[in-house]
C-alpha cells in the first residue's frame, strides 16, 4: 500500500517551498518597485529621496539573496528580474552621484544578473544624456556616450550567443547611436 506518511512530508515540503516562493515574489516586486524609485529620484535631481530608496533596496537585496540561496529559488524568474532592475538602479545612482560604475563584487550579485541590469543601464544612461544636454549640459552629453562606448566594447569581449543577454547587449547598439547623433547634433550647433 501506499506510505501515508512519506506523502504528508512531501506535501509539508511543498507546502514550505511555496510559502518561500510567495515571499520572493513578494520581495522581487518590492525590489522593482524600489529601482524605479530610485531611477526616477535621480533624473529629477531627488538626491536625499535616492538616498533613502537606495538604503532600503539594498536590505531588501540582502534578504531576498539570503532567502533564496542554496534553492531552486535562487535562478527563479522574479527573483533574476529583480536583481537586474536593481543592477541598473545602483549603477545609474552611484554614475550620476561618482562618475563610476560600482563592479559586481561592489553591488553584491552575480555576474549575469550584473551583466542584465549594467545593459538596462545605458537606456537611463541616454535618458540622462538627453535631459542634461536640453539643460545645456553637452559635456555631460560626452561623458555618457564615451561610458556607453566603453560598456558596450567591454560586452562585445564576451562570448554571448543567444538568449537574454544577446539581446540586451543588441540593444546597447541602438543607445549608443541616439548617444552618436545627440552629439553631432551639440556638436553642429555650436
Same mark, same amino acid.
Given at each position: 500500500?501506499?506510505?501515508?506518511?512519506?506523502?504528508?512530508?512531501?506535501?509539508?515540503?511543498?507546502?514550505?517551498?511555496?510559502?518561500?516562493?510567495?515571499?520572493?515574489?513578494?520581495?522581487?516586486?518590492?525590489?522593482?518597485?524600489?529601482?524605479?524609485?530610485?531611477?526616477?529620484?535621480?533624473?529629477?535631481?531627488?538626491?536625499?529621496?535616492?538616498?533613502?530608496?537606495?538604503?532600503?533596496?539594498?536590505?531588501?537585496?540582502?534578504?531576498?539573496?539570503?532567502?533564496?540561496?542554496?534553492?531552486?529559488?535562487?535562478?527563479?524568474?522574479?527573483?533574476?528580474?529583480?536583481?537586474?532592475?536593481?543592477?541598473?538602479?545602483?549603477?545609474?545612482?552611484?554614475?550620476?552621484?561618482?562618475?563610476?560604475?560600482?563592479?559586481? $563584487? =561592489?553591488?553584491?550579485?552575480?555576474?549575469?544578473?550584473? +551583466?542584465?541590469?549594467?545593459?538596462?543601464?545605458? %537606456? *537611463? #544612461?541616454? @535618458?540622462?544624456?538627453?535631459?542634461?544636454?536640453?539643460?545645456?549640459?553637452?559635456?555631460?552629453?560626452?561623458?555618457? $556616450? =564615451?561610458?556607453?562606448?566603453?560598456?558596450?566594447?567591454? +560586452?562585445?569581449?564576451?562570448?554571448?550567443?543567444? %538568449? *537574454? #543577454?544577446? @539581446?540586451?547587449?543588441?540593444?546597447?547598439?541602438?543607445?549608443?547611436?541616439?548617444?552618436?547623433?545627440?552629439?553631432?547634433?551639440?556638436?553642429?550647433?555650436?
Amino acid at each position: 500500500m501506499i506510505n501515508k506518511k512519506d506523502f504528508e512530508e512531501m506535501r509539508k515540503e511543498l507546502e514550505s517551498f511555496d510559502g518561500v516562493r510567495e515571499e520572493i515574489i513578494a520581495m522581487s516586486r518590492e525590489i522593482v518597485r524600489l529601482s524605479k524609485k530610485v531611477i526616477y529620484s535621480v533624473h529629477r535631481k531627488e538626491m536625499k529621496e535616492a538616498d533613502s530608496a537606495v538604503a532600503q533596496i539594498k536590505k531588501a537585496v540582502k534578504n531576498i539573496i539570503k532567502g533564496s540561496e542554496d534553492s531552486e529559488l535562487e535562478y527563479s524568474g522574479s527573483r533574476r528580474i529583480a536583481l537586474q532592475e536593481y543592477v541598473e538602479a545602483i549603477c545609474y545612482y552611484e554614475y550620476v552621484k561618482t562618475g563610476k560604475v560600482p563592479t559586481h $563584487k =561592489e553591488v553584491g550579485v552575480d555576474a549575469e544578473s550584473y +551583466l542584465l541590469g549594467i545593459c538596462d543601464l545605458s %537606456g *537611463e #544612461l541616454v @535618458r540622462n544624456a538627453i535631459n542634461g544636454a536640453i539643460e545645456g549640459d553637452f559635456k555631460n552629453a560626452l561623458n555618457v $556616450k =564615451e561610458l556607453v562606448t566603453e560598456l558596450y566594447w567591454e +560586452l562585445s569581449q564576451f562570448d554571448l550567443r543567444n %538568449g *537574454e #543577454l544577446r @539581446r540586451k547587449y543588441d540593444g546597447i547598439k541602438y543607445d549608443l547611436k541616439k548617444l552618436e547623433d545627440l552629439v553631432l547634433q551639440l556638436k553642429l550647433r555650436k
